[in-house]
Each structure stands twice: as C-alpha cells, then as structure tokens.
C-alpha cells in the first residue's frame, strides 16, 4: 500500500466519522467544530486528487469564512444544547431508510465494471494557472453572474438583518 | 507511483457523505444543524466532482467546483441572515416549533 493509498483511507474515514460526529453531537457548537474538521479532511482528499488549488479555497473560505459565520450566529444566538427530548422515531426511521436506500442505490451502480483506466494514480497537473484560465475565457460570463449573485445576498442579508422585517 | 485508489472509492466515498448530510437534514431539528448537513451535501458533491475531473483528466470540473464554493458561500450569509431574523421573531430555532409561515 503506498503512501497515497494510507492518506485516502486515513482522510476519508476521518472525514466520514466527523460527519457522523456533527449528526450525533447535541451541542451546536460541537457540531460546527467536527464541520470545521471535515472540511479540513476533505481538503487534504482534494490534495490527492492534485486540486491544489481548491483545497486551499476549501480551507479559506469553507474552514475559515463559513464556520467562522456559523460559529459567529451561534454565539449570537445563545442556544443552549438541546435536552434530551424524545427521538421522532418516525424521522429517525425515514432518515436512515432514504440513506440507506441512497447508498444500496449507489453500491448497485459502482458494482458494474466501468472501463476503469489507471487514470486516479496517473499525475494531472491542475496547478492555479490551469483553474484559473479557464475562468476568464471559456467561463467569463457565468463569473460575472457570480460577482452579482454575490452582491444580490449581501443585499439581501443586510435587508433581512434589518430590526423589523416589514 | 501506482495507486489502487479508483474512482470507484471516491464516489462511494461522496455518495456515503451525502446519505449522511440527508441523514441529518431528516433527523435533527435544530436549524443550525440542518444548515451544517446541506454543507455535508455540498461538499460531497464537489469531492465527486473533482474526481471525475481527475479521472477524466479535464480541468473544468474544478472550475465547476470553484463555482459552488461561491455560491455556496452567499447561500450559507443568506441562510443564516433568515435563521437569525427567525429567532428574533419567534424565539426558537427548532423547526418542530417554526410550523406558521406566518411572521
């Protein structure tokens, strides 16, 4: 096994166990620093896939901007850890049922043999320059509706943030 | 450097993080939470995204990614902006309780 293939088990277990973490934890907070982990190990599966630039886009604007948001509602918010109620049985049922039937779907799927190339181990240069130019040519005008779409919710939050609503 | 990683272990991989990001949109009931498993979702998807980039050794899967990254980014400001403006009206962020769509 090389050292490719320990740091995929490695990061995609890890991964997978924060995201059990952040169902499981009671206390929000808990729940948004096993988030914070899991975007940290889905980075590093980034990196093995040679997407060096989105893993360090992961980690500034997933890692850094949207937690640091959460955690920040969080605080303002106060909420403490809720009690233990009674579990809806019936959501905990229709919950594991749709995953369930979500991951039976997709082990049925990947049982078929694809041509599989060796194409995962073979090195696919995809530095910054690669992303990024792309970006300004084939894909300048759906950049520009992103720049407004961006706009459009900072708008919209500073409207909604608003003392009353009406 | 030979691997035995396939595409195959990443999709499952995704595809096991995305039953778990709906797992937890169904079952917990704190807002927050539910907000914190569709990031879950997102991220799935974009891990299978950027395999098949890598498989298929074209770059504009990682383009596409950058994409949602952005747009992800907006729609986590805008949520949460309507998740505070919801505590403050009604004192709760547990969406057992938030039954009206009246304000």
Known sequence: MSVHDTLFWFFSIAMLLCGVLVIVHRNPVNSAMCLVLLFVFMAGLFLLLDAIFLAVIQILVYAGAVMVLFLFVLMLLDIKASERRRILWWGLVGGLGVAAALVWELATILRQPLPLRAAMSESFSAGLKDVIRPLFLNYMLPFEITALLLLVAMVGVVLLSKKDLR | ?103
């Open chain 2, 1 to 103: 450097m030979t691997s035995d990683i396939t595409l195959h272990h990443y999709l499952l991989v995704s595809g096991l993080l995305f039953a778990l990001g709906i797992l937890g949109v169904i079952v917990r009931r704190n807002a927050l939470v539910i907000f914190m498993a569709l990031e879950m979702n997102l991220n799935a998807a974009n891990l299978a995204l950027i395999a098949f980039s890598k498989y298929n050794q074209i770059v504009d899967g990682q383009v596409l990614v950058f994409f949602i990254i952005a747009i992800a980014a907006a729609e986590v400001a805008v949520g949460l902006a309507i998740i505070v403006a919801l505590f403050r009206r009604k004192q709760t962020v547990s969406v057992s309780e938030l039954n009206s769509m009246r304000l």
